[in-house]
């Protein structure tokens, strides 16, 4: 079966397509969105999901979220005993997500349509297949997640011509697409975003005016008490959506905090990030040549777009209110699962071939002579414009700064700077000259071709000999080798993950174990508590086990609502 996955920064979603259209599957505790969050335990058992995310609290060193922003780095986290690589975090991700899909199938994931920011480097997408590989699965496809999102929204079934500007919000990034439909493709129009924007700023800047209110700085609470703070300042964040005043109590050590925020006063403060979201939105815009009377619908999608001052800014900008009738953090995987039916070739979407834009400019360094007959070196030469539609291939001819040059160094860049320094270097390629022949006959012809995988090849050839050459690139240091996947996959393969059927046990016991950290008035109590239902679980009497989960899961609701 192939599977449509949206691996989000804050959470991941896993359906397919089938008879009724898309379908996302739950989760072991029955929700479809599982928190991207690794965790390992004592035992160094892997933790997934929910638990995991409340365990980020009770045993923050040996867990970790929003791995993805680090996708297409060598970065590593160590958890426990071991040291993981982002791709093999997103890779356990996957995994639980693919045992979710099978549960609720009884078939076998052998593929899968990841959706990936439509800002995602080069280096990234790599990576994001890697994860798949890493997973046990097929990935051949990766599509941009407001793609996906406008696929959600039927866009392959409006009239031709027809024009969607797709605003997503995510926890930690913010795209912007303009696509159009036509002659039945969905085409990317332009793309821009943040990689740095998201709900978490808004978090954050809740966090920085509440610790003002009340004189602290970030150094007068512990750890925990910060991520407590923050867990209870994310509920406001989302009331706020709702309500136009939110309530917090607060207990921090002895002293007992009263603190209220209207909405009013939070659009005040996050007012900066707002700003922060029109250049992106002009942007897009601007690159796709589009006035705003001229789009045919609005998609917000992302749960971050759920604030009203999100409809606001569009309605500001756009002078219209955006379409909403898909929950915002689903509507990226509903479209990666109708991007899987394509796949699957379901005939309903037989017709729609998607095609997507190379969302950065490729190009190349090269060097001028200035008037005074010296040589300035580092200016960066585009050959593919950001926003061109992919699969793209452009050339380029270039010639030796001087006569009797034995050799042209040629460097690619990935980036907007002028000047190569400001931009990502992605490999370089000798080509080898004649130095008997003038610097006038010594062209080189400079092919880039982009594909719809996101994989660039650089072909050059002397033109005077016909002699061609193919870029190899160097080895990027943030990306995994097959080799080195091969290694890693069989080591993944030897962690011990905890069986699906066990987490909702797992996850009472994480979530008791993050109240023991937040209530210190009931931690006697919770101990008992922790400890009668970990007995009960090593009796393995079934009905015992669900009958005191329930019972559990009612007490520690209780504790939760305690304020
Ligand atoms: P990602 O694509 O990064 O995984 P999601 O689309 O799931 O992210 O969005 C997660 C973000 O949405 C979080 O920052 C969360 O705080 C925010 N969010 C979810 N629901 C609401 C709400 N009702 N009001 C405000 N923010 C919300
Ligand atoms: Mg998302």
Same mark, same amino acid.
């Given at each position: 079966m192939i599977v449509g996955i949206d691996l989000g920064t804050t959470h991941s979603l896993i359906g397919r397509f089938d008879e009724s259209g898309s379908r996302l599957f739950p989760n072991a505790l029955g929700d479809v969105l599982t928190p991207s969050v690794v965790s390992v335990d004592d035992d160094g058992h892997v933790i997934i999901g929910q638990a995991a995310r409340d365990r980020m609290v009770s045993h923050p060193e040996a867990s970790v979220a929003s791995f993805k922003r680090w996708m297409g780095t060598a970065r590593e986290t160590k958890l426990g005993k071991r040291s993981f690589r982002p791709e093999e975090l997103s890779a356990l991700i996957l995994r639980s997500l693919i045992a979710d899909a099978e549960a609720a199938t009884g078939e076998k994931v052998t593929e899968a349509v990841i959706s990936v920011p439509a800002y995602f480097s080069d280096a990234q997408r790599k990576a994001t297949r890697a994860a798949g590989e890493l997973a046990g699965i097929r990935v051949e496809r990766l599509i941009n997640e407001p793609t996906a999102a406008a696929l959600a929204y039927g866009i392959q079934e409006q009239r031709d011509g027809a024009r969607?500007?797709?605003?997503?919000?995510?926890?930690?990034?913010?795209?912007?697409?303009?696509? *159009?439909?036509?002659?039945?493709?969905?085409?990317?129009?332009?793309?821009?975003?943040?990689?740095?924007?998201?709900?978490?700023?808004?978090?954050?800047?809740? *966090?920085?005016?509440?610790?003002?209110?009340?004189?602290?700085?970030?150094?007068?609470?512990?750890?925990?008490?910060?991520?407590?703070?923050?867990r209870r300042l994310e509920l406001v964040k989302r009331e706020l959506s709702q309500q136009t005043e939110v309530r917090l109590n607060f207990a921090l050590g002895e002293r007992q905090i009263d603190w209220s925020i209207t909405q009013d006063r939070f659009n005040q403060i996050v007012d900066p990030l707002l700003q922060r979201m029109r250049t992106p939105l002009e942007r897009a815009m601007r690159d796709a040549r589009v006035q705003p009377e001229q789009l045919d619908e609005i998609v917000l999608v992302g749960g971050a777009s759920r604030m009203p001052l999100v409809s606001r800014l569009i309605a500001r900008m756009f002078g219209r209110l955006p379409m909403r009738h898909i929950h915002p953090d689903q509507t990226i995987a509903l479209g990666a699962c109708v991007a899987a039916g394509m796949k699957s070739r379901d005939e309903r979407l037989e017709e729609v071939i998607l095609t997507d834009v190379c969302p950065y400019t490729l190009g190349t360094e090269i060097g001028q002579m200035d008037?005074?007959?010296?040589?300035?070196?580092?200016?960066?030469?585009?050959?593919?414009?950001?926003?061109?539609?992919?699969?793209?291939?452009? *050339?380029?001819?270039?010639?030796?700064?001087?006569?009797?040059?034995?050799?042209?160094?040629?460097?690619?860049?990935?980036?907007?700077?002028?000047?190569?320094?400001?931009?990502?270097?992605?490999?370089?390629?000798?080509?080898?000259?004649?130095?008997?022949?003038?610097?006038?006959?010594?062209?080189?012809?400079?092919?880039?071709?982009?594909?719809?995988?996101?994989?660039?090849?650089?072909?050059?050839?002397?033109?005077?000999?016909?002699?061609?050459?193919?870029?190899?690139? *160097?080895?990027?240091?943030?990306?995994?080798?097959?080799?080195?996947?091969?290694?890693?996959?069989?080591?993944?393969?030897?962690?011990?993950?905890?069986p699906r059927d066990k987490q909702e046990n797992l996850a009472l016991i994480a979530r008791a174990e993050r109240l023991y950290e937040e209530h210190i008035q009931a931690r006697a109590q919770l101990q008992e508590w922790i400890a009668r239902f970990r007995s009960i679980l090593e009796s393995q009497d079934d009905m015992s086990i669900r009958e005191h989960h329930r019972e559990f899961g009612r007490a520690l609701d209780a504790l939760e609502q305690m304020r």
């Open positions: 969607f500007l797709v605003f997503d919000l995510g926890g930690g990034t913010f795209d912007v697409t303009v696509l *159009e439909l036509f002659d039945g493709v969905v085409e990317v129009h332009a793309s821009a975003g943040d990689n740095f924007l998201g709900g978490e700023d808004f978090l954050d800047a809740l *966090e920085a005016a509440f610790l003002a209110d009340h004189k602290l700085g970030s150094h007068d609470l512990s750890a925990q008490q910060l991520g407590q703070l923050r008037d005074h007959g010296r040589v300035q070196t580092g200016i960066y030469s585009p050959v593919i414009h950001r926003n061109s539609v992919v699969p793209v291939s452009r *050339e380029d001819t270039f010639w030796p700064m001087r006569d009797g040059q034995r050799a042209l160094n040629l460097k690619v860049y990935q980036g907007e700077s002028p000047m190569v320094v400001n931009n990502i270097k992605l490999g370089e390629l000798e080509i080898k000259l004649d130095p008997k022949r003038p610097r006038t006959e010594s062209a080189v012809k400079l092919r880039f071709t982009y594909d719809i995988n996101g994989v660039l090849q650089v072909e050059a050839q002397v033109l005077a000999t016909g002699e061609k050459y193919e870029l190899i690139l *160097e080895q990027n240091p943030g990306l995994l080798s097959q080799e080195e996947i091969r290694t890693r996959l069989a080591r993944l393969d030897e962690l011990k993950i905890h």
